[in-house]
């Protein structure tokens, strides 16, 4: 069974940083491009940034220039830097696959930014 693993969120203030981290099977995670989602109370699921899998990072418009995507193949692993957080960051975030599969949603994880 697929299960992608994310760690890394928690309690920040704003102007603060946290760095999240997907944990994917090693053939999954080779051969696809990820993804970081996020869903905030109250409303959708919605994509944050992606890298393909040669490495080719996009992000959406309210995190360019405060998040990075990133990924480590030889740790199966993707990344998400935040800096710059703010109150509206705050959200379950998810990763998945470049184009997401419902059966490869995990728990996520819960960040929270104070202001």
């Known amino acids: 069974q697929v299960q992608m693993v994310e760690s890394g969120g928690g309690l920040v203030q704003a102007g603060g940083s946290l760095r999240l981290s997907c944990t994917a099977s090693?053939?999954?995670?080779?051969?696809?491009?990820m993804g970081w989602y996020r869903q905030a109370p109250g409303k959708q699921r919605e994509l944050v940034a992606r890298i393909t899998s040669t490495g080719m990072p996009n992000y959406v418009d309210s995190v360019k220039g405060r998040f990075t995507i990133s990924r480590d193949s030889a740790k199966n692993t993707a990344y998400l830097q935040m800096n710059d957080l703010k109150p509206e960051d705050t959200a379950i975030y998810y990763c998945?696959?470049?184009?997401?599969?419902?059966?490869?949603w995990g728990q996520g994880t819960q960040v929270t930014v104070s202001s």
């Open positions: 090693g053939r999954l995670f080779s051969l696809n491009g």
């Open positions: 998945n696959l470049y184009l997401p599969r419902d059966a490869y």
